[in-house]
């Protein structure tokens, strides 16, 4: 296994809608391994190919609630339904939310409290998530990056003005910018 650098803001492959995993390979374990492990270093509760730089549709998840019940896996293929998010503005505190490749900002962003996602583990065997809450929200997160959408691409004007801003400023929003867990500081790779 191996960590992978994650790449930020402005690489292509962020921007863009994966291709569908066909035929599961030693390769792709090998992928979903690494993936896990880069996750774990990061740390991040969520890491999607896309974000260490390869254009297939599947993402690793882990989290642990407050009775300190672990939740992992991988979803391959995955599709996502979800009930629509509660009116009105999100809130700074409970809302904030992060991403490993815009690393160390994190903005309020309203996602809806209830999700179903379905699709195929390593094994080839069916997956079905129904979840609320904070797991509801890294669902949505990951199943994003797998249509080229990060989270800041869905803030208010106002905040997408300060992610620019942030962008110019760290040197990301162009192609080939990444960092490494465990070798890079947070997002100065």
């Avoid at 390979?25 to 492990?37: F, Q, S």
């Avoid at 998010?85 to 900002?105: K, Q, R, Y």
């Avoid at 949505?140 to 004007?157: I, K």
Wanted: a negative charge; one cysteine or more; charged letters at 25%.
């Amino acid at each position: 296994m191996a960590i992978l650098p994650i790449v930020v803001s402005g690489d292509p492959v962020l921007h863009t809608p994966a291709a569908p995993v066909g035929e599961i390979t030693d390769e792709l374990r090998t992928l979903v391994a690494d993936m896990v492990e880069t996750m774990d270093a990061a740390p991040g509760v969520g890491l999607a190919a896309p974000q260490v730089g390869v254009g297939l549709r599947l993402f690793t998840y882990a989290y642990v609630d407050d009775s300190d019940r672990p939740w992992r896996g991988v979803v391959i293929n995955p599709e996502l339904w979800m009930t629509p998010p509660a009116p009105g503005e999100p809130d700074e505190e409970e809302e904030a939310e992060g991403c490993l490749s815009f690393p160390g900002e994190r903005f309020p962003l309203r996602r809806s409290d209830h999700v179903v996602v379905t699709g195929t583990d390593l094994e080839g065997a069916d997956v079905r998530l129904e979840v609320t809450g904070w797991r509801a929200r890294i669902l949505q997160h990951e199943f994003d990056h797998l249509d080229g959408v990060l989270y800041t691409d869905r803030l208010t004007r106002k905040e997408r003005q300060i992610c620019q801003k942030i962008s110019k400023k760290r040197g990301w929003g162009v192609p080939g910018v990444s960092w490494t867990p465990g070798v890079d500081e947070v997002g100065e790779g």
